[in-house]
T-cell receptor, first 112, second 115 residues
Framework: GENVEQHPSTLSVQEGDSAVIKCTYS??????FPWYKQELGKGPQLIID?????GEKKDQRIAVTLNKTAKHFSLHITETQPEDSAVYFC???????????FGKGNQVVVIP | NAGVTQTPKFQVLKTGQSMTLQCAQD?????MYWYRQDPGMGLRLIYY???????DKGEVPNGYNVSRLNKREFSLRLESAAPSQTSVYFC??????????????FGPGTRLTVL
């Protein structure tokens, strides 16, 4: 099955700096890659996603890049703010039923 | 529009007891999913239902059963709870509003402790 790995496990950044989280996946057939943000005590919330036919997608301060050859995708957060502090999960979907394989998550801490 | 709702929010069981976790969505979505989240493990798929009337196993189905009661509701049952099932359980749904979407919308979770 699909194996998704996230690095680093914890990331601390100064407010205003950029944060980058990288994920790798194992199955070249995976075609959909979402990123979720989870705040304490809440369910994951989609923040951005990308399909395999696109190399990059941006939404305000958040962007995702995909390298299909290397089988990795990254989340970029610019001009970080304290409210960006949370756990971020990447995932990969293998089939039309959208079964997601999740990474183990990254704790992002934005230091004011 | 409440999105995905889950009940109960918290539950404590003794080993061997049974219970059903309830999930409902009001977005007219076709697909629904059950995940469990353990510390440092991310989310793992237990079961899913691609459409009303169908259910399939995910990555970690042992010890669980599911029922897709209708399009809105998808329940998860633990017949004989074990301490290894202590976890936070999330339900999610996916639909096709305004065209094809891959987005899974998650509920707030049920925190289950098995003693």
């Amino acid at each position: 099955g699909e194996n998704v790995e996230q690095h680093p496990s914890t990331l601390s950044v100064q407010e205003g700096d950029s944060a980058v989280i990288k994920c790798t996946y194992s199955d070249s057939a995976s075609n959909y890659f979402p990123w979720y943000k989870q705040e304490l005590g809440k369910g994951p919330q989609l923040i951005i996603d990308i399909r395999s036919n696109v190399g990059e997608k941006k939404d305000q301060r958040i962007a995702v890049t995909l390298n299909k050859t290397a089988k990795h995708f990254s989340l970029h957060i610019t001009e970080t703010q304290p409210e960006d502090s949370a756990v971020y999960f990447c995932a990969a979907a293998l089939d039309g039923n959208n079964r997601l394989a999740f990474g183990k998550g990254n704790q992002v801490v934005v230091i004011p | 529009n409440a999105g995905v709702t889950q009940t109960p929010k918290f539950q404590v069981l003794k080993t061997g007891q049974s219970m059903t976790l309830q999930c409902a969505q009001d977005m007219n979505h076709n697909s629904m999913y059950w995940y469990r989240q353990d510390p440092g493990m991310g989310l793992r798929l237990i079961y899913y239902s691609a459409s009303e009337g169908t259910t399939d196993k995910g990555e970690v189905p042992n010890g669980y059963n599911v029922s897709r009661l209708n399009k809105r509701e998808f329940s998860l049952r633990l017949e004989s709870a074990a301490p290894s099932q202590t976890s936070v359980y999330f339900c999610a749904s996916r639909g096709m509003e305004g065209g094809m979407t891959d987005t899974q919308y998650f509920g707030p979770g049920t925190r289950l402790t098995v003693l």
